[in-house]
Structures are given as structure tokens and as C-alpha cells.
């Protein structure tokens, strides 16, 4: 590329977000120079979110890792020197290999999640490497395996209406998001289904800036969502308000539903739910005489214990009532399965040297902790910040034996315990091919120029690990390009002509599946015998040992995504210190003073926070959003508190099932 010109290129947005935005990238002498939204672009309309926006202060910011770095001070201390590509690839090939021949494969742990969404980069030759070096399988459940379990068991596959079809909707629920912060893209869908008429509920224990945007809001008691549900459909069969012919002639296990849903009873529930039998009477016959209905709920109702039991009652409810029988109704979970790459040709599980041991990451600090692990590779995500039970996570990082590498865009909390940093690559700077969890476009992501310094694409560290580590198999050989024909390669009707060649030309492609199609009805459902399944899944895992007085919830907040975006300037200049929200009446009761600093405390740790009066949270309910790099505050962020609980089935995360005790900051040694 000439170092004088402008061009512009299509982009997507990589980041962990329901929306996966088209973005328009000038680049100019070689640099970024502007990102905006795809202006023809049918769900990103032209405009990108509060974070993205201020991309190139990302772009652009003295975090940037941009050549190999290796460990100088303790680990932890973030002090590092530089050192070349080679010497660093040399050193940790010899490492690796010290590891597998003292302790077998499994003893090397990759950690991984969605820092980048594509399909190259989120996992393609890192799988196929820890495969053929006989590395422990990691189970990626920190945010919707529960949702995923139950998707599975009760339709077969993760398929919900098209979301271009929000506005049809007459009656919608939104059951646990808050996509004012986390799905700005669906804003519009929902305004446009408000001024058809559509009445929206808004379920969630939390007054979020969606809740007060739209009609209805109902503040249950967290965790309470499965209780809830299962008195909606009780009261539809008892009412018999539900759709008795589309129970018939779709589904398998209804008995055993309605017994489950037999306990609970309005009065019941809405005991448990902290609401009025009123109330759920209300919703209950919106949802019975509303069509067409869409029922939305968020990852964010699956973070707690009794997660899977939770999305199996709320999934329920689109069954019972018949609403996939409107093209615009039904449940809007995710739509990860709209798109049927060739899955298998990109991971290459016949790599794999054998069986390894399986980690859910949710349970990380313990893997670190009881011996088994000896050396973790980290990208795309940063555990230090966002795994739960952080103070364990961050003593087996801390840990002297533990070889770790980790590649990042960013000095991030984990970076700074590495032995080795290695340069990650910006998603502009990098050819891939993008889904979305939420809509159905398959999108080319094209980059503009090279890497800036010496970083690399991920696909290209584990190319580069492969040969150092001598792995001749040509399946360590592919280009990205290569990689990308892989995956399209495929018979599946809804990816036909869907390719490389035709993506350049067109880099926005809806997936072949008519807006009118409606899942389940005019497609097959996918469960062995055919039919949709609701005998119950879950709900038997205690909640025991939270003894803490507040609740505490910790969900996504506008201004980052996670970790990402938080060591931003202009993030840590609007707030710059961590923030618990608390209820007037709990303030008052405590004698706690806006800006107050309190400490946070239960068995699993601590940290601190400034008091900030809100009427987001209800009483006896705390709220500090997700998440603050600990290395901007005391070295530690919210997760000192979450639980690594894992949800009763499915393996999934329980963030949202943390109780705490707070005391004024200073008291906290008094306490334990
Ligand atoms: N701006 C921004 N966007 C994001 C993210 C981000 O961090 N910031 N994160 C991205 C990622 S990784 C994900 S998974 C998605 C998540 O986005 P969402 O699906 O919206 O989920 P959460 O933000 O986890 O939580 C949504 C809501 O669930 C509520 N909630 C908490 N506990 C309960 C409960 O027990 N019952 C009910 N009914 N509601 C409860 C919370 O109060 C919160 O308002 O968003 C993505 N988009
Ligand atoms: N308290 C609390 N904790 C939570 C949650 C919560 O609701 N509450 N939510 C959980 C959820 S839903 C999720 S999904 C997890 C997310 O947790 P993480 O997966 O750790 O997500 P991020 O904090 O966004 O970190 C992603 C990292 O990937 C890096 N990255 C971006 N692109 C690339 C790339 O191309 N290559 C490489 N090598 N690195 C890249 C970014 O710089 C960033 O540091 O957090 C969980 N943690
Ligand atoms: S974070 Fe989400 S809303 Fe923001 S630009 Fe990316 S995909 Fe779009
Ligand atoms: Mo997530």
C-alpha cells in the first residue's frame, strides 16, 4: 500500500455485542483515520454505540502492546522488556515443550473467549493447535452456556425470529436485557414496534434506562425469573389461555411442564418475586391475548445458579402460547445457529492427539490453583478483570511455576503477569468473516493496511507457534483467506452462494432464510423425535452459603464492553473511580452519603467502591456495572465477590447470584 492515499474499506465491529455493526474505515497514510457506521447498513443504520465511537482513542491509545514483550519484574508488576519475534517464539516453544514432556499436554490450558468475534480470530488455528499438542479442552461457558444447553434440549438448535421483525411484534417482553446499553441497534426495531402499538414489558430487578424507556416494568426479586415464569404458564393452563393445538401438535412433555408449573401459584410466586399477584396477572393475560408475541430475553437472566431452570421456564412460555406462529413471535434468544459454517473443517478436532482433560472457564482460579495447570496461553479475553472469584484467579497467575503467555491488543490486568506479551493485532488490520448471535448477516471484515508495529492476527500467533513448535500437518499452513473458504465450504441451503469471491463484492449477505420464515413451524425442529421440548431442565442447585445482606449485581454498562474500552481516557476521566449503586432507602438506613467510600465484602473477597444514590437498583439490591481494570483502582474490580458456582446445568456462569456485606471503608479489617 502507498503510504499517501486514502481509502475506505468495510469493517465489523469485532467486539462481543449482540449488534455486530457495519462499519465504513477511512484509513489515511497508512493509519485509521475514521470509523463510522455503515450507512446502508439494514440493522446498524448509520450510527455505532457510545464505546465505539471513541474507537480511535483505542486505536490509538499507550496501552497498545505493539511488539513482543518479556517479563522483567515480578509478575503482576507489568515491568517488561522488548525482545524479538524469534527469541520469544524460540523461548516459548521451548517451554511448552519442557511442559508436555514433565507433565503431559494437558497441562497447558488455553483461555479464550469473544475479545474478537470473528470467526479466524474468536477460534480457528488456535483450536487446531491445542488439539495437536494435546492441550486440556477449555469449556467456553462464561456467558451462555446455560442458554445454549437449553436452546438445544428443548428445539435442537439456536434459532430465533428474524429481529428485522421486532416492529410486527404487538406484545414483547424483554426479559432480562437492557439493550439501552448492550443492543443499541434494537432500539429502533423496539421504538417502531411501540409506535405500531406494540406494549412492551420490561422484566428485570433493575430500573435500567430500557425498563424506563418502555410501557411496563416489572422489578422481581433477582433470581427469581424461573418462579415467575412458571406462574404465568400455570395461570394460562388453568385459565386455559394457552394454545392447546400447537401444544399437540409440536411439542412432547407437557405433563410433566404442567406439574412443574402446578406449585406456583400467583400468590406464591409473587411472594418469591417481591410483586403483586396483580401484576402477574396483568402480564399473564398480555401474554395470552397479544399476538403477535415475542418474548426477548438476555444473556443477563442466565447468570445465576438456577440459570438453565430460568431460561427453560421463560423458553416455555413461547412454547405454550403458540407464538412462533407469527413470523415476528416466538423467543429471541440467539440466533447462533442461522449460521451452519463448516465448523469441524475450521477447529479440525481430528488434530487432537488423544483425550484431554475439559476446564470450564467459569472455574479458572481453580484450575490454577490445584496443580494441574503448568502453563496458560491467554487471548481474547482478560480473566483477571472479568473471571469470578478474582482473588483466587489473581494468586494463580501470581503463581512463580506458571508459564504464561498472553496475547493482546492492550497492557490489560492479565498482560501484566506474563512471562511473555505478545502483540495482537486490531481487527481492522485483519481479513475475517463475521456472524452475530442476534441477526443474520454474514459480513467480510476487510482490513485497510498491515498490522501497526509488530503485532499479528491470532490466526497468524498460532501459525507461527505450530512451526516453532514443529507441527508439519498443512493444516498450520493456511491463509486466512484459505481459512475462510473452509468455512463457507458447505452444502447448507442457508449459505448458498455465500463466498469469499462474492463477499468482496457484497460484504454485508443475509443468510439464505426468509424474513417470513417462521422457526420450528416452516423449519424442522431438531430434536430427535421432531418435537419441542418442555419437560423441565434444571432448578435444583442451592443457592447455599450466600449469607450477605445485599444482593449484587454486576451487568454490562454503556460506556464498555466488559473489560474492553475500560482504560480508556475519556472513560476513566467521566468516572473515575469504581461506583456501587445503592437504593435512597438503603442509604438511608445505613447512613451512607453519595460519594461515600464503602468496602464490599463475602467469603470469596473485597474491594471498594464510592456509594452513589440510584433508583436503578431496588432496595436490598446493590449494582456496580461490569467491569473496571483492577489496575486502575487497588488491584482488584467487582469480581473479588462473584461466584465460580457453576449454574445447575449447562456449566454456565452465576455472576448474578452474589450476595454481599458492605461497610464503610476503614471498618473492613474488623470484619472478615
Ligand atoms: N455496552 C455494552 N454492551 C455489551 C456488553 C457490555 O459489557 N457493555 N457485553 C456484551 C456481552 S459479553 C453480553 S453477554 C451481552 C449481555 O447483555 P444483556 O443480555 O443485556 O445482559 P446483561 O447486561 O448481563 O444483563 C441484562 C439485564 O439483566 C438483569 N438481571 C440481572 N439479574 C437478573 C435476574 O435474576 N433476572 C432478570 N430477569 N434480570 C436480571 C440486569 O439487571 C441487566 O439489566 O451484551 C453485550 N453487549
Ligand atoms: N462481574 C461480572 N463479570 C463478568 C460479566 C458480568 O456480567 N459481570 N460478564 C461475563 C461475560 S458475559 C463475558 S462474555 C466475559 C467477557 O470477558 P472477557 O472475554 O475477558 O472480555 P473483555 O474484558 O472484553 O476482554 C477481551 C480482551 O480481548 C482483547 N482482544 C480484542 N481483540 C483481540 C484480538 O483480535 N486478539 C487478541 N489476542 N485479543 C483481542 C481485548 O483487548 C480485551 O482485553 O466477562 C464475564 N465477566
Ligand atoms: S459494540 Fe455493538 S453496537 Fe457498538 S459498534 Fe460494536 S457491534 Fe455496534
Ligand atoms: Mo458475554
Known amino acids: 500500500m502507498s503510504d499517501t492515499h486514502q481509502i475506505l474499506v468495510h469493517g465489523v465491529c469485532p467486539h462481543d455485542c449482540y449488534d455486530t455493526c457495519g462499519m465504513e474505515i477511512e484509513w489515511k497514510d497508512g493509519q485509521i483515520y475514521r470509523i463510522q457506521g455503515q450507512t446502508d447498513h439494514p440493522i446498524t443504520q448509520g450510527f455505532l454505540c457510545f464505546k465505539v465511537n471513541r474507537y480511535l482513542e483505542r486505536v490509538n491509545h499507550p496501552d497498545r502492546v505493539l511488539y513482543p514483550l518479556k517479563r522483567t519484574g515480578v509478575k503482576g508488576a ?60 477449555l469449556d467456553r461457558t462464561i456467558c451462555t452456556a446455560s ?3 437449553v436452546l438445544r434440549q428443548m428445539f435442537g438448535q439456536r434459532l430465533g425470529p428474524d429481529p428485522e ?82 401444544v399437540e401438535q409440536y411439542t412432547a412433555g407437557f405433563a410433566a411442564y404442567r406439574d412443574a408449573a402446578e406449585p406456583w401459584s400467583l400468590e406464591t410466586a409473587a411472594w418469591h418475586c417481591g410483586i403483586s399477584p396483580a401484576a402477574i396477572e396483568e402480564l399473564a393475560l398480555d401474554i395470552a391475548q397479544i399476538r403477535p408475541l415475542l418474548i426477548r430475553p438476555g444473556f443477563g437472566m442466565q447468570r445465576q445458579t438456577n440459570s438453565a431452570w430460568a431460561v427453560w421456564a421463560v423458553a416455555s412460555l413461547a ?7 407469527d413470523t415476528s413471535g416466538g423467543l429471541l434468544l440467539s440466533n447462533s445457529d442461522a449460521f451452519p459454517l463448516n465448523w469441524q473443517g475450521i477447529h479440525r478436532p481430528d488434530l ?26 491467554v487471548y481474547n479475553a482478560n480473566p483477571a478483570a472479568t473471571a469470578p472469584e478474582q482473588a483466587k484467579v489473581l494468586r494463580g497467575l501470581s503463581r512463580k511455576d506458571l508459564f504464561l503467555v498472553v496475547h493482546e491488543q492492550m497492557m490489560t490486568d492479565t498482560a ?43 490466526t497468524e500467533l498460532f501459525r507461527r507457534l505450530a512451526k516453532a513448535m514443529h507441527l508439519e500437518d498443512p493444516a498450520f499452513q493456511e491463509s ?30 443475509k443468510v439464505r432464510i426468509s424474513e417470513e420464515t417462521r422457526p420450528f413451524i416452516d423449519t424442522r425442529i431438531n430434536t430427535l423425535d421432531g418435537r419441542i421440548h418442555m419437560e423441565p431442565i434444571g432448578g435444583n442447585r442451592s443457592f447455599g452459603g450466600e449469607t450477605g445482606k445485599y444482593f449484587l449485581l454486576s451487568p454490562s454498562r454503556r460506556e464498555t464492553i466488559k473489560s474492553s474500552f475500560a482504560n480508556l481516557e475519556s ?82 456462569a452465576t455472576f448474578y447470584s452474589t450476595r454481599v456485606d458492605i461497610t464503610r471503608e476503614g471498618a473492613a479489617d474488623d470484619v472478615g
Open 78 to 137: 507489568g515491568q517488561f522488556k522488548r525482545v524479538t519475534w524469534d527469541a520469544a517464539l524460540r523461548d516459548i516453544a521451548d517451554r511448552l515443550g519442557h511442559v508436555i514432556d514433565r507433565f503431559g499436554g494437558d497441562a497447558i490450558l488455553p483461555y479464550s473467549f469473544a475479545g474478537n468475534m470473528g470467526v479466524l480470530s474468536e477460534g480457528s488455528m488456535d483450536r487446531r493447535f491445542f488439539a495437536a499438542i494435546g492441550a486440556a479442552n
Open 147 to 149: 442458554a445454549n444447553y
Open 165 to 246: 421483525q421486532i416492529p410486527q411484534a404487538q406484545m414483547i417482553v424483554l426479559w432480562g436485557a437492557n439493550p439501552m446499553a448492550t443492543n443499541v441497534h434494537q432500539i429502533p426495531l423496539l421504538d417502531h414496534a411501540q409506535k405500531n402499538g406494540a406494549k412492551i414489558w420490561t422484566i428485570d430487578p433493575l430500573n435500567t434506562e430500557t425498563a424506563v424507556r418502555y410501557h411496563r416494568h416489572l422489578p422481581l426479586t433477582p433470581n427469581s425469573d424461573a418462579i415467575l415464569a412458571l406462574a404465568l404458564g400455570r395461570y394460562l393452563i388453568h385459565h386455559e389461555l394457552y394454545d392447546q393445538n400447537f
Open 319 to 325: 412454547v405454550l402460547t403458540g407464538a412462533w406462529k
Open 352 to 377: 487432537a492427539l488423544g483425550q484431554s482433560r475439559t476446564v470450564n472457564m467459569v472455574e479458572l482460579g481453580i484450575a490454577l490453583e490445584d496443580g494441574s495447570t503448568q502453563a496458560l496461553v
Open 416 to 458: 501484566r503477569y506474563a512471562d511473555y506479551v505478545l502483540p495482537a493485532a486490531l481487527s481492522m488490520e485483519v481479513l475475517d468473516l463475521h456472524l452475530s448471535y442476534w441477526h443474520r448477516y454474514v459480513q467480510l471484515n476487510i482490513p485497510g493496511g498491515p498490522p501497526a508495529g509488530e503485532s499479528v492476527a491470532n
Open 480 to 509: 486466512d483467506a484459505d481459512l475462510i473458504r473452509t468455512a463457507l465450504d458447505t452444502d447448507h441451503p442457508y449459505l448458498t452462494g455465500i463466498t469469499l469471491e462474492s463477499l468482496y463484492e457484497n460484504p454485508v449477505q
Open 571 to 652: 472513560f476513566q476521566r467521566r468516572l473515575p473511580d469504581p461506583e456501587l449503586l445503592v437504593n435512597p432507602f438503603d442509604a438511608d438506613a445505613e447512613a451512607w452519603n453519595d460519594g461515600e467510600w464503602v468496602r464490599i465484602l463475602n467469603q470469596r473477597g473485597t474491594t471498594k467502591a464510592k456509594v452513589r444514590i440510584s433508583r436503578v437498583p431496588p432496595r436490598g439490591t446493590v449494582v456496580s456495572y461490569a467491569v473496571r481494570w483492577n489496575h486502575s483502582a487497588d488491584g482488584t474490580n467487582i469480581n473479588q465477590l462473584t461466584p465460580a458456582r457453576i449454574s445447575d446445568i449447562g456449566g454456565g
